[in-house]
């Protein structure tokens, strides 16, 4: 298209053509991403890290962080959850051998929810010792928190 051929509107002093970005798609863009994280982080932050939800029990110790922690969420219906991932149970070896391989000194963070069964959380416990893991914790909420 030539420049002569465009309305006056679109030309600028001296016959210069005008060229405006139009940034109104791209904000509308980053308030959508924005709103997304906003409520992914929320998820996250209420479900510990794992990406499941669980009702923790109570207790008083606390865990020393020593190198990259493996968030490993149990629902109380048994799913396994490990950083926001359900994970099968015949994986879970080998996502705690893909862990060690990447930090040795990774530590296994178990959040079991206190209705899922003992002999789940065991076996999850039993599967990581068998990877090689080294580290073990299990998350507890503080006494006297929800």
């Given at each position: 298209m030539a420049v002569d051929s465009l309305p006056e509107e679109e030309m600028g002093e001296g016959g210069h053509l005008l060229a405006e970005i139009n940034v109104t798609p791209l904000i509308d863009i980053f308030l959508v991403l924005l709103i997304i994280f906003m409520v992914t982080s929320s998820i996250l932050s209420e479900s510990g890290g794992t990406g499941l939800k669980v009702n923790l029990p109570a207790g008083e110790a606390r865990l020393e962080a020593r190198g990259r922690q493996l968030l490993v969420g149990i629902a109380a219906s048994g799913e396994v959850v490990i950083e926001g991932r359900p994970v099968p149970r015949d994986l879970?070896?080998?996502?705690?051998?893909?862990?060690?391989?990447?930090?040795?000194?990774?530590?296994?963070?178990?959040?079991?929810?206190?209705?899922?069964?003992?002999?789940?959380?065991?076996?999850?416990?039993?599967?990581?010792?068998?990877?090689?893991?080294?580290?073990?914790?299990?998350?507890?909420?503080?006494?006297?928190?929800r």
């Open positions: 879970l070896t080998a996502t705690f051998q893909q862990a060690l391989a990447q930090d040795p000194e990774v530590v296994v963070v178990l959040h079991a929810d206190r209705q899922s069964f003992t002999g789940e959380a065991v076996e999850v416990m039993e599967l990581a010792k068998r990877a090689g893991v080294r580290h073990l914790g299990i998350a507890t909420r503080q006494q006297g928190g």
